[in-house]
């Protein structure tokens, strides 16, 4: 096992997590988080972020279960009515019989909505995020998907059979020692019903793909379902990099997410 003193923030972040949702369970009515019911518009596909921010006064709490034993827990705030926050912590070999190997430290992230949606022009937001995805790589100072870092993105909605969410945004991450490019992305959310939600987002890992990066050229094709399955709660599945961009992987990282969120 890593000995590092960020264990102990882990294990902290955790029993925040739990007493969170055990101490909110006490508060004001809940919310919707996918489907055509939602209450709060979608604040990321997959891995990157859209110009979605949480309510004001709104908390949210997210485990991620991911290959390797993977788990990551991350708490995020709507601080105004546009300013979002959040933390997150986590490692990989936390389930299972592997040695565990913790983020070498938090993820933090900022959003700021700069311009709100309107019938002829997107919604606006822009942000920084050092929570990359999956296992972190200490040999090369990064995540298997690395973090978003600065960004600025776009989002459209749309009443086409409930409704349609569609998404792109460029960003500059600062996982820079194998691949300094810039990068994009694009993601979409159809609702499903009155309580579903398809998730589909391409990444261009053009960020990625020098001799010495995992990617292969190919970008990052992820899916994925979110089902709210009561008030406040929803679990999600995600199937990522279908375009195989980084050769390890047989078929697809299968990811497994709970989030949970109520308004103060």
């Known amino acids: 096992m890593k000995s590092t003193p960020l264990s102990l923030l882990a294990f902290l972040l955790l029993v925040v997590h739990f007493t969170a949702l055990h101490a909110l369970g006490q508060t004001s009515s809940p919310i919707r988080l996918a489907g055509r019911e ?14 979605g921010v949480l309510r004001k006064s709104t908390f949210s709490s997210a485990v991620e279960f991911f290959q390797d034993g993977g ?3 991350s ?8 300013l979002g926050i959040g933390i997150s912590y986590g490692g990989s070999g936390i389930l299972g019989s592997n040695d565990v190997t913790f983020n070498n430290a938090p993820g933090v992230n900022v959003k700021w909505r700069i311009v709100d949606e309107t019938v002829r022009s997107p919604a606006i937001a822009i942000g920084f995020d050092s929570q990359g ?8 100072k990064r995540y298997s998907i690395k973090s978003p870092g600065l960004f600025i993105v776009a ?3 749309y009443s086409l059979l409930g409704y349609l969410s569609i998404h792109g945004g460029l960003n500059y991450s600062l996982e820079r020692n194998d691949d ?13 019903g009155p309580v579903v939600s398809f998730l589909g987002e391409y990444n261009l890992g053009t960020n990625d793909d020098s001799r010495r990066s995992l990617g292969r050229g190919r970008g990052y094709l992820n899916v994925g379902l979110r089902w ?22 047989s078929f697809s990282n299968r990811i497994l997410r709970l989030e949970y969120a109520r308004a103060f």
Do not use: H, M
């Not at 939602?38 to 110009?51: C, K, L, M, V, Y």
């Open 38 to 51: 939602a209450t709060i518009e979608p604040r990321s596909t997959i891995d990157f972020p859209t110009a």
């Open 71 to 73: 788990l990551l827990v």
């Open 75 to 82: 708490l995020s705030y709507g601080v105004f009515t546009r």
């Open 133 to 140: 995805n999956e296992s972190y790589i200490d040999s090369t």
């Open 155 to 157: 989002s459209w909605n």
């Open 180 to 192: 300094r490019d810039p990068n994009g992305f694009f993601g979409v959310e159809k609702t499903l």
């Open 228 to 249: 709210a399955l009561a008030e406040g709660f929803v679990i999600g599945f995600d199937l990522k990099d279908l375009l195989k961009n980084q050769s390890r992987e």
